[in-house]
């Protein structure tokens, strides 16, 4: 007797135009374990091959997008490509000929928030939350700093960064962190994909370099900083006690 196929943890639905990834990993919220990284750098890949893609619609499963990186593996050394493997699923996103379009009813932390901002138009509703945990593990927001901070306003990532501090749709959006917050995502989607469903191909591809362009001017000059920057930190005491702390559900030692 062979063993059930495992289920996949980005699965795939298109329909008139719109290819759309699904997060579907709620038992760790959506973390970015070295599985669910790669099927969604397949999934990417082959909506942008397709001719009958005019965007992505990345969504979620369960009450959380992404929490950022997967601990349990970085507290056990099992992840395999760590930051550079982030920074490379971080530009695949914002360089991928299609606009990608976020769609969010749910929390956002840490390593989350560079997916979410490396997408080309977010929209988020009145069940997202949204956080940069990073200070409080004895990290820093090193690797997805290169699309938040072109995108956010700088005041505001200097304040959230360093507090860590929840916040709700309606301060991503008056951040610059999110496009629009909504009542409604479904709805308020409904014209976005409507007007990307005309757009040409050429058309699409060609005007998402220039909205990018900063993007990926960071993407160049940043990556291996800031790369080896998050691999000393996920390598330091500091971290490893937040880590543990994080999954032993208790403070770490330096907490006031």
Same mark, same amino acid.
């Given at each position: 007797m062979t063993d059930a196929p495992e289920s996949p943890l980005v699965p795939r639905a298109h329909e008139r135009g719109i290819t759309t990834l699904t997060l579907d990993s709620p038992g760790n919220r959506n973390a970015l374990s070295a599985r669910l990284v790669a099927e969604l750098h397949q999934g990417l890949a082959d909506a942008a091959a397709d001719p009958g893609t005019r965007a992505v619609v990345l969504t979620h499963a369960g009450t959380t997008f992404c929490a950022g990186a997967d601990?349990?593996?970085?507290?056990?050394?099992?992840?395999? +490509?760590?930051?550079?493997?982030?920074?490379?699923?971080?530009?695949?996103?914002? +360089?991928?000929?299609?606009?990608?379009? #976020?769609?969010?009813?749910?929390?956002?932390?840490? %390593? %989350?928030?560079?997916?979410?901002?490396?997408?080309?138009?977010?929209?988020?509703?009145?069940?997202?939350?949204?956080?940069?945990?990073?200070?409080?593990?004895?990290?820093?927001?090193?690797?997805?700093?290169?699309?938040?901070?072109?995108?956010?306003?700088?005041?505001?990532?200097?304040?959230?960064?360093?507090?860590?501090?929840?916040?709700?749709?309606?301060?991503?959006?008056?951040?610059?962190?999110?496009?629009?917050?909504? +009542?409604?995502?479904?709805? #308020?989607?409904?014209?976005?994909?409507?007007?990307?469903?005309?757009?040409?191909?050429? %058309?699409?591809? +060609?005007?998402?370099?220039?909205? #990018?362009?900063?993007?990926?001017?960071a993407f160049d000059r940043d990556t291996e900083a800031l790369a080896e920057q998050s691999a000393r930190l996920f390598a330091s005491e500091d971290a490893r006690e937040g880590m543990t702390a994080f999954l032993q559900r208790r403070e770490p030692s330096w907490a006031q």
């Open positions: 601990l349990s593996e970085a507290a056990s050394g099992a992840a395999k +490509e760590g930051p550079l493997g982030l920074a490379r699923l971080l530009r695949t996103i914002v +360089e991928l000929p299609v606009p990608v379009v #976020a769609r969010v009813t749910g929390h956002v932390r840490a %390593g %989350g928030l560079g997916l979410l901002a490396a997408c080309d138009i977010s929209v988020a509703g009145p069940g997202a939350s949204f956080a940069f945990t990073e200070a409080r593990l004895g990290l820093a927001p090193a690797v997805i700093s290169m699309p938040v901070l072109p995108r956010m306003d700088a005041r505001a990532a200097a304040r959230y960064y360093l507090t860590g501090e929840r916040f709700d749709a309606a301060e991503a959006a008056r951040t610059g962190l999110v496009t629009l917050a909504a +009542e409604d995502v479904d709805a #308020a989607l409904e014209p976005v994909l409507a007007g990307l469903r005309k757009g040409s191909p050429q %058309g699409l591809a +060609e005007s998402k370099k220039l909205t #990018a362009a900063g993007v990926l001017r």
